[in-house]
């Protein structure tokens, strides 16, 4: 396995991975983002950006390359100068073209580096592709005009009703009216009830809100202890194989002012010391940039629990 492929496996877990005497590799999360012009839809990815700053070496590298090739770490140190110095030599002519990284190239003595957009390193999109969608046509609505159908009128002829259903409609008559009385009354009736009804209630209601409620015995007051967020944000000033080291490192970053401390040792053996550690992932990376603009250009960024 080449060089490109050790910096690509860990670009999966670490923000920053630094190649040492040629530059570092640094990730930025970036949102899901639409394309308006090939109607696409992107998912949320990592940013791939090089650094040609970032050449002191942090052991991140060399460390992963020993574990895995199961090779002492001066071993991977060399293997690392090895594929370097090739590099170096391949950009003298022509350009460089890391698989799964990107392309390096050399104009007017500047490296350049142009990032692959092939490789997405934001594991919590792992599946995710991107999604085209096509462009909706909408269709115009025409209204149809009903048809009005207009009635046939049909002339009435009057007739004379008999005398006998002139006595039936007034007795009807009489007794809706009869009815229509009997429901007035009731209506009055239920009416007064309602109002003698609503009056016992407001009375009831202020008697209740000019009592006066003692309780003999109040319960005991409530003490709730609110769990400090977690820092899972570092800043780190380097890590150590001998712990004396990484103690007097420590020593010097307290007597500096730093909230400085040893976040343990991670699977490399290796002593890890901080200059802090953040709850934000933000403040994190704002100390982080003041730190490698005035005091250690090879810092980075560890994103763990301890």
Not at 262 to 283: A, E, M, Q
Request: proline share 3%; net charge neutral; glycine share 6%.
């Amino acid at each position: 396995m080449n060089l490109a492929n050790y910096i690509s496996d860990l670009l999966y877990r670490y923000e920053c991975v630094i190649v040492p005497k040629f530059g570092g590799f640094v990730t930025n999360n970036k949102s899901a983002r639409i394309d308006g012009s090939n109607h696409t839809i992107y998912p949320p990815y990592k940013q791939l950006t090089f650094n040609a700053h970032l050449t002191n070496n942090d052991g991140l590298l060399a460390n992963y390359i020993a574990s895995v090739d199961n090779i002492s770490y001066e071993c991977a140190v060399n293997y690392i100068k090895f594929e370097i110095d090739a590099w170096k030599e391949k950009l003298k002519n022509q350009e460089l073209n890391l698989y799964g990284l990107g392309t390096f190239t050399i104009s007017a003595g500047q490296l350049h580096f142009e990032p692959q957009q092939r490789v997405n390193y934001l594991t919590s999109s792992f599946g995710l592709s991107n999604v085209v969608c096509s462009e909706v046509e909408r269709e115009s609505t025409i209204k149809v005009a009903e048809e009005t159908i207009v009635p046939k009128i049909i002339p009435i002829v009057e007739k004379k009703a008999p005398n006998y259903l002139k006595y039936a409609a007034i007795f009807v008559i009489g007794l809706s009216a009869i009815g229509f009385a009997g429901k007035y009354y009731q209506g009055q009736l239920n009416e007064k009830q309602m109002v003698e009804a609503q009056k016992q209630q407001d009375l009831m209601e202020e008697k209740i809100e000019n009592a006066t409620f003692i309780i003999t015995k109040p319960l005991p007051t409530l003490n709730l202890e609110v769990e400090s967020s977690k820092k899972s944000f570092h800043v780190i000033a380097g890590a150590f194989r001998f712990p004396e080291n990484a103690n007097r490192k420590l020593n010097q970053l307290l007597q500096e002012g730093y909230d400085a401390r040893i976040l343990g040792i991670n699977k490399w053996n290796l002593t890890v010391v901080s200059y802090g550690s953040f709850s934000s992932r933000d403040d994190a990376l704002e100390n982080l940039s003041q730190i490698k603009k005035n005091v250690a250009k090879d810092s980075w960024l560890l994103i763990q629990e301890f």
